[in-house]
């Protein structure tokens, strides 16, 4: 999913990336993932990233935190297989730092509201739960 600010000139603010077992099957797959994510980052783009993939075990956040230079607590020592994670570059006191929110994900637990930010003082709350809900609605799925 993608998200653009109409008042300012349609510029691409936010990304919600849903990681499919395709994204998780190769090193090349993965940095390729990776490296679509630290691009949006860098054009100062929120992203969000939701695994909930049950047949491979790497973490793309994780990858993505290595490639740009950075890390997360939580990712330790051993990083989950199922999570979300918002991230976002922000200014402060002339300085760029990098924003993450993240948690693990369990097999038959809800899915957690996280935020989507639209510009650097607005963030909404993506409801990935209620979204979910509804998709399954829609699909007919039980």
Same mark, same amino acid.
């Given at each position: 999913m993608r *998200?653009? &600010?109409?008042? =300012?000139?349609? =510029?691409? /603010?936010?990304? $919600?990336? #849903? +990681?499919?077992p395709a994204n998780k099957d190769r090193p090349e797959q993965r940095r390729a993932f990776v490296s679509k994510c630290a691009g949006l980052l860098q054009e =100062? +783009?929120? *992203? /969000? #990233? $939701? &695994? $909930? *993939? %049950? %047949? =491979?075990?790497?973490?793309?956040?994780?990858?993505l935190l290595d490639l740009i230079g950075h890390s997360d607590p939580s990712l330790s020592p051993e990083p989950p297989p199922l999570y979300v994670a918002a991230c976002r570059l922000a200014k402060r006191a002339n300085e760029w730092l990098l924003e993450t929110w993240a948690q693990s994900l369990g097999l038959g637990g809800s899915l957690p509201t996280v935020p989507l930010w639209l510009a650097d003082d607005l963030a909404v709350p993506l409801e990935l739960d209620d979204s979910y809900e509804q998709s399954c609605g829609i699909l007919s799925i039980p």
């Open positions: *998200v653009y &600010d109409e008042k =300012r000139h349609c =510029r691409f /603010v936010a990304a $919600v990336e #849903i +990681v499919s =100062r +783009v929120s *992203v /969000v #990233i $939701v &695994d $909930v *993939v %049950t %047949t =491979r075990t790497q973490n793309l956040y994780g990858e």
